[in-house]
Nanobody, 122 residues
Framework: QVQLVESGGGLVQAGGSLRLSCAAS????????MAWFRQGPGKEREFVAG???????TYADSVKGRFTISRDNAKNTVYLEMNSLKPEDTAVYYC????????????????WGQGTQVTVSS
């Protein structure tokens, strides 16, 4: 079992920055693909960014150049650095873990955090 706990959400003005963290339990964290998803009001959950066990990264087109995903295996933590935030980035952000390769489909993930709210005001 893996437990994921997100933190770092909040209210920020457009153009601002936030850093989300996701702390994971379990000794096999380094072998998992980790991803961030988000779900805005009335929208489906969508892929934001993912990082493979070997550090390879994938981003949604909507966040490329603004968001950066990283992981610290010694701390069992994955991060999402969000810059140049826009009102359309407002959503609940979820951390997810997958035992095998990185994919962008939410249903393929094995573990989820409880989510953290990010609100960007215009």
């Amino acid at each position: 079992q893996v437990q994921l706990v997100e933190s770092g959400g909040g209210l920020v003005q457009a153009g601002g920055s936030l850093r989300l963290s996701c702390a994971a339990s379990g000794s096999t964290f380094s072998s998992y693909a980790m991803a961030w998803f988000r779900q805005g009001p009335g929208k489906e959950r969508e892929f934001v960014a993912g990082i493979r066990w070997n550090g390879g990264k994938t981003y949604a087109d909507s966040v490329k150049g603004r968001f950066t995903i990283s992981r610290d295996n010694a701390k069992n933590t994955v991060y999402l650095e969000m810059n140049s935030l826009k009102p359309e980035d407002t959503a609940v952000y979820y951390c997810a873990a997958r035992r095998t390769n990185l994919v962008i489909t939410p249903a393929e993930y094995d573990y989820w955090g409880q989510g953290t709210q990010v609100t960007v005001s215009s």
